[in-house]
Structure formats: structure tokens, C-alpha cells
């Protein structure tokens, strides 16, 4: 069992700025491909930033692409989302994924069923 600790999510205003943290144990980063979903009230969750199994490139999702940005710090062991000009839209439970699934199965990055561990989500609320 993986497991993945999400933080830094909260109450903000439209057009403000949030990083959200996800604490991966030792050396996991070496063997799973990491990704950002969301899940707001009422909708299904939904894939908004992954790295790439095959080659490790950024995905984001068209609702958030050039707002949202994705990172990784192998040495401190943590995967980021950097979440600038928020939206009242992006309101959602945001949960941390890894999946250790091969590309050849599972060619698109943010593939939801191909995620074998979620962390228990953070909050984003956005509103003014």
C-alpha cells in the first residue's frame, strides 16, 4: 500500500493563487507516474494534471491549461500543484494519484483507471 498525503488546500478568492502538496514515501517517485485529479460536488473526478508514463511530460487538462502547474522534488520526496487565477470552477476536493501502470496499457496520462493509489484529497474552495 502507497501512501499519498495531500495538503495545502483552503479557502480562497477568485483570481488568488494555491500550491497544493502531495508527500510520497521514499524512492516512489522512481517507480510511479504521479498525477493531480479533482472531484467537485456532484460530478464525477476528473483527471487535471499528470506526468506522462511514457515520457514523463506534463499533461493538463483544457480547463486548466497555462493557470495549473505540476512538479515533482525527488529529493524531498513531494509532488506539487501550482494553482494560479483561480476560478470559482475549480472548487473540488483535489486527490493526489500514482500509478505504476505502463503507457502501453494506459496511453493517456490522466487515465483514471489506470491509477493504483489516491491520497485522501484537500479541499480548494474558491469564493469571494
Known amino acids: 500500500q502507497l501512501q499519498l498525503v495531500e495538503s495545502g488546500g483552503g479557502l480562497v478568492q477568485p483570481g488568488e493563487s494555491l500550491t497544493l502538496s502531495c508527500a510520497v514515501p521514499?524512492?516512489?517517485?522512481?517507480?510511479?507516474?504521479m498525477g493531480w485529479y479533482r472531484q467537485a460536488p456532484g460530478k464525477e473526478r476528473e483527471g487535471v494534471s499528470c506526468f506522462d508514463r511514457s515520457d514523463g511530460s506534463e499533461y493538463y487538462s483544457d480547463s486548466v491549461k497555462g493557470r495549473f502547474t505540476i512538479s515533482r522534488d525527488n529529493a524531498k520526496n513531494m509532488v506539487y500543484l501550482q494553482m494560479n487565477s483561480l476560478k470559482p470552477e475549480d472548487t473540488a476536493v483535489y486527490y493526489c494519484?500514482?500509478?505504476?501502470?505502463?503507457?502501453?496499457?494506459?496511453?493517456?496520462?490522466?487515465?483514471?483507471?489506470?491509477?493504483?493509489?489516491w491520497g485522501k484529497g484537500t479541499l480548494v474552495l474558491v469564493s469571494s
Open positions: 521514499k524512492g516512489a517517485l522512481n517507480s510511479y507516474t
Open positions: 494519484a500514482a500509478s505504476g501502470r505502463s503507457a502501453e496499457y494506459y496511453p493517456e496520462p490522466c487515465d483514471y483507471n489506470g491509477v493504483d493509489y
